[in-house]
């Protein structure tokens, strides 16, 4: 019974997002006990989900294909961070906006990618093997390309927001995978429930950051949800132009497709929450995108699904 139960949830995520962020958005009383300050520990509990749901196996593609992850992480970090700026200008977002945009696509690829890459018929293990790659790079690139892109408007803490991804994301990902590794059998009745927890955990951080910012949202929520909205659907568009001028098959450039598209939106919120505290709205970008990228990339999967199954036909 447990486990339909969190076959349920898992299956139906972006529709309970979806329903978490209207109830927020008009009820904000609703996720009120569910501080902003716990959402570095939530993100925590489903990156430690995330390296028990990893094995050692799965960065062998990281050695053994390592162009194709170079193209995709060069995607990751390349299409997005620029893409978020181009619409923070178009829009003239406000400088809280504009930075939890900037945020959203500095952050490494989201762990739901996976999902909807093996959706869409895409290649599993290069997707895999790219969001291990960009969350390992992450500490790095993240605090820089932030620094570089807004650092001329806002104070970006480079270091600080370094040791933020390290111990929000690195060690809590490290520390399932250690578990794993040494206690195989153990996890194995455990993985199951796992996307279900990091859906119910990602249910409560968009509740939580709708509701701590409802009436700025009421008031320029079209505004930032049509420029996330872009944000995401150009990323997967991008994404999969660039896999292709690389002659990358239809299932390697839907993976890429997704990864570059899909982005880390709960790690955006947290850092957007610890560094930049003053800017509460800094932290709506993160939230929308939770919401979107879920439902927008269940759609998308379902239609290279389609497209690479012809390919298989044709072959």
């Not at 390992?136 to 270091?159: E, Y």
Request: glycine share 6%.
């Amino acid at each position: 019974m447990l486990l339909k139960i969190s076959t349920f949830i898992a299956k139906y995520m972006a529709a309970l997002v979806l329903l978490a962020a209207i109830v927020a958005l008009f009820v904000p009383a609703t996720f009120n006990w569910v501080k902003t300050s716990s959402i570095n520990y939530l993100l925590g509990v489903v990156m430690f989900g995330m390296g028990l749901s990893l094995n050692l196996s799965d960065f062998k593609v990281v050695f053994s294909r390592p162009k194709d992850v170079g193209i995709g992480c060069l995607a990751q970090f390349g299409i997005m961070p620029l893409l978020a700026l181009a619409l923070a200008r178009i829009f003239r977002l406000p400088d809280e906006l504009a930075v939890g945009l900037v945020l959203v696509g500095c952050c490494p690829g989201g762990t739901a990618s996976n999902v909807i890459t093996y959706l869409a018929k895409g290649d599993l293990a290069l997707s895999v093997g790219m969001t291990c790659v960009s969350t390992i790079l992450a500490p790095f690139l993240t605090p820089l390309l932030t620094w570089l892109l807004v650092g001329a408007s806002v104070n970006v803490d480079v270091l600080s927001m370094f040791w933020s991804i390290v111990k929000v994301i690195i060690l809590p990902i490290s520390v399932g995978l250690v578990i794993k590794r040494f206690f195989a059998e153990a996890t194995k009745t455990v993985t199951a429930y796992l996307p279900a927890v990091s859906s119910i955990v990602i249910v409560l951080i968009v509740g939580s950051v709708v509701s701590a910012n409802s009436a700025q949202l009421l008031s320029v929520g079209l505004t930032i949800i049509v420029a996330v909205a872009l944000h995401n659907v150009c990323g997967f568009a991008l994404g999969l132009l660039l896999a292709r001028a690389f002659k990358m098959s239809s299932r390697k450039s839907t993976a890429v497709s997704v990864e570059v598209g899909m982005q880390n939106s709960g790690l955006a919120c947290t850092l957007a929450q610890t560094h930049f505290a003053t800017m509460p709205m800094a932290a709506v970008p993160g939230a929308v995108f939770s919401v979107w990228h879920n439902i927008a990339g269940a759609l998308w999967a379902k239609a290279l699904s389609a497209k690479n199954t012809e390919n298989e036909e044709i072959k």
